[in-house]
């Protein structure tokens, strides 16, 4: 199969896929997601996803009706599946509090609906150039749960499309915070910067393996707020998701930014391909 949905246990092609309206996700985007990549029939850094995806499930009070293992043992079987001639895909999964008549309240005892979908999927490369555009920050103040809440993500992504760029850089006040769908982050004097992930950010999976690649590379790092002046005065500016692994941003809002620590660049870069490389091989 080239694209594979599954709802409540029953597979289907994307095409087939059928949920019903009474499904809170549909009403209310009551519910959370995430996405992993998967090369050579591999998923990459799956447990990190599904560690994130069952703690955001706890944070909102769903009622999973499904382990950790067992939604990995899903996994496992659409990959198994996919046409052997996909060698890239996205993985998809979310969960929705549940299927009931429409009440902004919990329906009792209800369980949440699981919905997977498997389709081919070529990721950017890594270190691909980029420009970006600021964008005051007006989501609610639960960024740091992956839900299905993106609406102002949305109209951002727009806006940037509109400019004739890749991202939009969130900021409140002055603090930077994120993209609309990626992590912001930059280098400087020789040090990798990042936001703490407080609830104004997601804890990305990306930001938290460069950290660990830039401490095994010997580069120091600083978690800690940063502006949005001493992110134009950074010597890189990095943007990074699942499927975007690493880009180099080199303009805001029109202006040239960072492309001075090209070296430190290079090598945190290197190392996560090799990383990726090195846990995808075909089984």
């Known amino acids: 199969m080239r694209e594979i949905a599954w709802y409540n246990g029953k597979l289907t092609t994307l095409e087939e896929a059928r949920i019903s309206p ?11 997601y995430d996405v992993v990549t998967v090369r050579k029939g591999i998923c990459f850094a799956l447990e990190d996803h599904l560690d994130r995806f069952f703690t955001n499930a ?94 102002p993500n949305v109209l951002a992504q727009q806006k940037a499309l509109e400019a004739g760029c890749y991202e939009v850089i969130f900021h409140r006040g002055e603090r930077v915070t994120e993209g609309s769908h990626s992590c912001i982050c930059m280098l400087k004097d020789g040090v990798f910067c990042t936001p703490p992930t407080d609830e104004m950010i997601l804890p990305s999976i990306t930001r938290k393996h460069y950290l660990q690649i830039c401490e095994k590379l010997g580069i120091p790092t600083r978690i800690a707020p940063f502006t949005r002046d001493e ?53």
């Open 22 to 32: 009474d499904d809170r996700a549909f009403y209310f985007g009551d519910g959370i």
């Open 58 to 151: 706890e944070r909102l009070r769903l009622n999973m009706p499904m382990t950790k293992d067992e939604v990995r043992g899903v996994c496992d079987d659409l990959i198994s599946k996919l046409d052997r001639d996909i060698e890239e895909a996205a993985l998809y999964f979310q969960a929705s509090r549940a299927t009931a008549p429409r009440n902004h309240a919990f329906p009792e005892n209800a369980k949440a609906n699981l919905y997977f979908t498997l389709k081919p999927s070529k990721f950017k490369k890594i270190g691909m150039e980029i420009s970006a555009i600021f964008e005051k920050d007006i989501r609610f103040l639960m960024c740091d749960i992956k839900t299905l809440n993106l609406l």
């Open 231 to 283: 992110l134009l005065q950074a010597d890189e500016i990095i943007v990074m998701s699942t499927t975007a692994l690493m880009c180099r941003c080199i303009k805001i809002n029109g202006n040239s930014v960072g492309g001075r620590d090209g070296e430190n660049l290079r090598r945190i870069a290197d190392a996560y391909r090799a990383r990726i490389l090195r846990e995808t091989e075909g089984k």
